[in-house]
């Protein structure tokens, strides 16, 4: 490459640099800075996700997961918090979907690609407060559930205005009445979730959980 304008090219060659693997790492570091650091961000938010360790928050979804079967659907799914490859994870981030365990799907989980009533179970886990509009998250993820289905929700409620504007923010109450007002029956419990962003910094988020099974007029299984 000799290049005079190395940020230009970038900008318009961002999505084809972040689908090669075969770049050597001191080449992959130096593009990664180009373009205003778009593509060093997005390696920055991978390594956050891959390098973190288990915490509680995980255990807590492999024993979920491991009691539903059927139609499993995960909104904002990223690369996975779990290995259940049963699940079809959909995100609107390329490079976590790439390392999702099981089938992935691009697509945006406040538009999501599916008919309602289509799934047995639909996680969202740390979405709410990554999303834009978590009410109508709820809404989608609702209508998505089969009759007797399982909503799966985890929050660390850490809301950040220039991803929800803050007329959008929710709380764990109101998420709570949303649940009760639709006629699920919760369990909601509180689990750790550890993200580790630098060698010597770590995030220690408390996360609201609830499991809820939708009681309606067919026999559960
Ligand atoms: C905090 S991360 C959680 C990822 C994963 N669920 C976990 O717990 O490790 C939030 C994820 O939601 C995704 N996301 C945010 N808004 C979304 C939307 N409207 N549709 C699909 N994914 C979205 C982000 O790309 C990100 O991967």
């Not at 024993?63 to 995960?74: R, W």
Request: hydrophobic share 40%.
């Amino acid at each position: 490459m000799v290049l005079r304008d190395l940020d230009s090219w970038l900008q318009s060659e961002a999505p084809t640099i972040l689908r090669r693997r075969d770049l050597d790492q001191p080449l992959d570091d130096f593009l990664a800075h180009g373009a205003g650091g778009v593509l060093w961000r997005d390696q920055q938010r991978m390594k956050v996700y891959a390098n973190s360790p288990k915490s509680d928050l995980h255990t807590w979804l492999s024993q979920v997961l491991a009691d539903l079967d059927g139609d499993l659907l995960e909104l904002g799914c990223g690369i996975g918090a779990h290995d259940d490859t049963r699940v079809v994870g959909i995100d609107l981030h390329w490079s976590s979907l790439l390392r999702f365990p099981g089938r992935a799907i691009l697509a945006d989980a406040l538009d999501p690609p599916f008919s309602g009533s289509t799934f047995d179970a639909v996680l969202a886990i740390n979405l709410l407060d990554s999303c834009r509009d978590p009410f109508l998250l709820l809404q989608q993820a609702d209508a998505l559930l089969r009759p007797g289905g399982t909503l799966v929700l985890s929050s660390p409620f850490h809301w950040r205005d220039e991803i929800t504007p803050p007329r959008n923010w929710l709380s764990p109450e109101q998420v709570q009445e949303f649940l009760l007002a639709r006629g699920y029956h919760c369990q909601k419990a509180q689990h750790d979730w550890i993200l580790q962003s630098g060698s010597r910094t770590t995030t220690l988020h408390r996360c609201v959980t609830w499991i809820g099974r939708r009681q309606d007029s067919v026999l559960q299984r």
